[in-house]
């Protein structure tokens, strides 16, 4: 820091700068080197950042348009690799890796045969959440909130397209009641769990 000059002196010094206006004096310090340095930085950064911009041709619009054109490619595969048909209907090579994973894990609640347990028969024809390919997939991705959870991150869009190519092969069966107890199947008729 300067040391600033005594009120009394200031007054004394003949020059316009040290003018009194309102009691309040304007003083002749020296520029703080800090504040040169900030100042002749910004004209330095002026330059460099026109050469820059001009020489290598980089622009606001182009990297707006580099981004879209980015994010469409991104969207256009996520796209691809959600398909909104099976890609394996009637693929026996995929319908025996369903098989594995629906008796690993879906049987457990559907049933072996996929008549149902705790959740739904998927063998008759009643689909509480449509069964198109589509839905299907959206049923086993993300889950229901009925108490089917959601498989997406464990088995991957690839294994659950191939559980389904498995599903669709069970032999189906519209025996009332099948399904999970009090399970009612939309517009049917409310009819009681066999023995219950
Ligand atoms: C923890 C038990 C459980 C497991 C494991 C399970 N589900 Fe489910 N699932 C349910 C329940 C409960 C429902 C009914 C959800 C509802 O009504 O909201 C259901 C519903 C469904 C439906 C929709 C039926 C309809 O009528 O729309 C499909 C399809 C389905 N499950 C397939 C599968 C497949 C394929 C697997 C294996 C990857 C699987 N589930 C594993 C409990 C399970």
Redesign the pocket.
Known sequence: MTAERPPSEVAELPRADTAEHDGIHEEDNKIPTWFNVAFLGTIVFAFVYIIYYTATGWSARGQYEAEVAAADVAAKAAQASQPTTNPYHRNPAAIADGKV??EQ??A???KADGSGL???S?IDP?????NTDED?FK??MYG??????A?GTQ?GADKVWR??AY?ETLPKSDVPGLG?PGYQAPGAPATPPPGG
């Open positions: 994973v629906f894990i879906c457990a609640c559907h705790v959740g739904p998927l009643y689909w509480k959440y449509g299907l049923t086993v229901r909130p009925g108490g089917m959870p498989w088995l559980v389904l599903v999970a």
